[in-house]
């Protein structure tokens, strides 16, 4: 898909709510992505903050990666509790991961501290708006959306706890769902960005 025809991004998300085994009909409800090694640096301590509330929202999750058995664990607990909501691979798969980039509406980097990151890099390219904290690498990459000028790609928070981060995706949310148009502009700002090497290199 392009960001003129979004279409194929449908096309993408039923597949990976199969690959995922969560329900079809979660098709129209937001789908959050997270494709990380499974470590403290990444902010998951934050999501089990705000696991309870987060939850609650009509929405699905699907996670991929692995690392700190403490973390694997998490995600694993949060699959059987919210069984049809939440659904993790402990696994590194390549081609999954794209999948998840692909499908999902928005994707989830609340990262304590981050040099560069690439997922956020990459779920631009894929139309899939990032909800990051502004550290880093993060903070240098995203933009946060300003509905008055339209210049934007994703939503970003500052401070390192559960709150700011929870804040930020019920904005996200909020767009996605009530206005698409907006949305459609998120992610049409987000695929037309240059991080390729030709840029990097130039």
């Known amino acids: 898909y392009t960001s003129k025809d979004l279409s194929g991004k449908l096309a993408c998300k039923k597949n990976l709510l199969e690959v995922f085994r969560l329900p079809p ?15 403290g640096q990444k902010g998951f ?3 089990e903050q705000v696991a309870p509330d987060l939850l609650a929202e009509d929405l699905t999750i699907v996670a991929l990666g692995a690392g700190e058995p403490k973390y694997e664990k998490l995600f694993r607990s949060l699959e059987i509790e919210y ?33 560069c ?10 139309g899939t ?12 990459t995203i ?22 981060l929870l ?18 502009r998120i992610q049409s700002n987000g695929m037309s960005k240059d991080f390729s090497w030709q ?4």
């Not at 009909?25 to 470590?39: C, M, W």
């Not at 980039?101 to 304590?112: H, Q, T």
Request: hydrophobic letters at 40%.
């Open 117 to 126: 990151g690439l997922n956020q890099i990459y779920s631009l390219k894929y």
């Open 167 to 184: 804040v930020a995706i019920y904005q996200a949310l909020a767009t996605f769902r009530n206005e698409p148009a907006v949305w459609r």
């Open 45 to 47: 301590d934050l999501i």
């Open 199 to 202: 840029a990097s290199a130039l």
């Open 25 to 39: 009909e979660s098709t129209n409800k937001p789908l959050l992505g997270i494709v990380s090694r499974f470590a």
């Open 129 to 140: 708006v990032p909800v990051v904290r502004a550290t880093g690498g993060l903070d240098d």
């Open 143 to 164: 933009e946060s959306f300003d509905p008055s000028t339209g210049h934007g790609t994703g939503f970003k928070f500052k401070a390192y706890d559960g709150d700011a």
């Open 83 to 115: 069984p049809g909501k939440f659904s993790v691979k402990v696994a590194y798969d390549n081609a999954l991961a794209h999948k998840v980039e692909a499908g999902a509406d928005i994707f989830l980097m609340p990262s304590r501290y981050e040099p």
